[in-house]
């Protein structure tokens, strides 16, 4: 079992930074990957990045490349999105999911756990 928190979200003008925080417990954190994905109002669950266990790989969707950097603390059983020239378009619920297969991969299928989500609101 793994249980997921996140933390971090707000109100932020269009440019600004954010940086969320996914705290974990239950299972060896070092053990599985870490995916970070966003849902808009009416809109599916899509993915925006996600890192190995160990924290050696990083996979991101195309519309946060360069602007997203997604990472992790085994030590402290954390992983974090910190998030740059926020825009618009970013806004939604943010969530952190445990990919036990440690699969950096974008098919939410992959994620059996998930925290439960923190909002994200960027004004234009």
């Known amino acids: 079992q793994v249980q997921l928190v996140e933390s971090g979200g707000g109100l932020v003008q269009a440019g600004d930074s954010l940086r969320l925080s996914c705290a974990a417990s239950?299972?060896?954190?070092?053990?599985?990957?870490i995916g970070w994905f966003r849902q808009a109002p009416g809109k599916e669950r899509e993915f925006v990045a996600a890192?190995?266990?160990?924290?050696?790989?990083?996979n991101y969707a195309d519309s946060v490349k360069g602007r997203f950097i997604i990472s992790r603390d085994n030590a402290n059983n954390t992983a974090a999105l910190r998030m740059s020239s926020l825009k618009s378009e970013d806004t939604a619920v943010y969530y952190c999911?445990?990919?036990?297969?440690?699969?950096?991969?974008?098919?939410?299928?992959?994620?059996?756990?998930w925290g439960q989500g923190t909002q994200v609101t960027v004004s234009s």
């Open positions: 239950g299972r060896i954190f070092s053990s599985y990957a």
């Open positions: 890192i190995s266990p160990k924290g050696d790989n990083t």
């Open positions: 999911g445990a990919n036990l297969w440690g699969r950096i991969t974008s098919r939410l299928y992959e994620y059996g756990y």
